[in-house]
């Protein structure tokens, strides 16, 4: 990691990296990142108290490490407290598990913010891990496609809910835009990045993807675990009810993955896979359909039906005020 300022016209970057025993792809994740073409300031790491070797790699790299335990963990809160701190004028977001595919990755990713004063943020394209399975591949191909775009508020009137697709997986925030939102919402259960850009869009600023910035970043989902991310993407609907009344429902997307995915299992002659394509819509729309509806649901049951299982332990006294609404 270089530790050296930028030159005076050019903005001080601050890269900020939430861990938790994320030791398996940490080496090569800072590897890659100290080798980038642009220079940043400052590597923050906050770990969620790690058990394994992480906080140990991210030292040996330079970084700057906040630990906290585990359970004190929250999407916005967490990445709220660390923008603060940061000192750079645009902070640039990975997970652990986002590997940048090129060293020139970071400055890409940038540019739109360097050129146009109105881009609030950037984010860059994900492409499929080595070991992505079909499937997988086919829903970073749907999400990220190959052209870039810069999206504003606007837009919504076309695009839809999809005005606000973002991910803090690969992304990079002017600071102060984002301190005019007061950064991160706390205490969500999940999609803190979507909300920020949504809030961002409201205060006429504009997002850009940037298709030629990009990480490997994928995941082999069981049929489980798409039930419970799709429950929890209801769940962040139901409780950030603005989203849906600003940007329109989120079934449109639906269809258009169902037609792209059976174009795309045509294209790569996996058609054997339809089967489990349309097995796995169906439980996707049913766990999104749960996930809007939990307040009819036993809360002792809500747990077992989402990722974010210790989200609800520990906003119990919440859960229960939500099943009043």
């Known amino acids: 990691m270089s530790t050296s300022c930028t030159s005076q016209n050019r903005p ?4 900020i990296l939430p861990t938790w025993n994320g030791a398996t792809l940490m080496r090569e994740l800072l590897s890659v990142l ?3 073409t642009v220079l940043f300031h400052e590597l923050l790491v906050v770990d969620s108290s790690s058990r394994d070797q992480t906080v140990t790699i991210a030292k ?3 970084a700057e490490v906040v630990v906290i335990p585990q359970k004190e963990f929250d999407h916005g809160g967490t990445r709220t407290m660390i923008s603060r701190m940061a000192r750079g004028d645009i902070l640039i ?8 595919v090129s060293t020139d990755a970071l400055e890409k990713l940038i540019q739109p913010l360097l050129l146009d004063e109105m881009i609030a943020v950037t984010y860059g394209r994900q492409l499929p891990n080595r070991d992505a399975t079909v499937l997988a591949a086919h829903l970073r191909s749907f999400n990220y496609p190959a052209q870039a775009v810069v999206r504003s508020f606007a837009d919504r009137q076309q695009l839809g809910f999809r005005t606000v697709f973002v991910s803090n997986s690969f992304a990079a925030y002017r600071k102060t835009a984002l301190a005019e939102i007061d950064y991160f ?4 259960i999940f999609g803190e990045d979507t909300c920020a850009v949504g809030r961002l869009l409201m205060q006429g600023y504009k997002v850009a993807y940037v298709a030629d910035a990009m990480v490997f970043h994928s995941h082999n989902y069981s049929c489980v675990q798409e039930f419970r991310r799709s429950f929890d993407i209801g ?3 139901v409780t950030e009810k603005w989203l849906l009344a600003t940007y329109g429902h989120a079934e449109g997307i639906g269809r258009q993955y169902v037609r792209s995915g059976v174009s795309y299992l045509f294209d790569v002659k996996k058609r054997a896979l339809l089967p489990n394509f349309f097995w796995r819509v169906v439980v996707k729309f049913l766990g999104y359909k749960l996930g809007r509806n939990f307040q009819l649901l036993p809360q002792w049951l809500i747990p077992f039906l989402s990722m974010h299982r210790s989200w609800w332990a520990r906003h119990r006294d919440a859960s229960a005020s939500l099943h009043l609404l």
């Open 235 to 237: 769940v962040l609907h």
């Open 93 to 100: 977001f990975l997970t652990q598990d986002a590997v940048p």
């Open 34 to 36: 100290s080798r980038q």
């Open 12 to 15: 001080l970057l601050s890269v």
């Open 185 to 188: 919402k706390s205490g969500l």
């Open 60 to 62: 040996e790299f330079g």
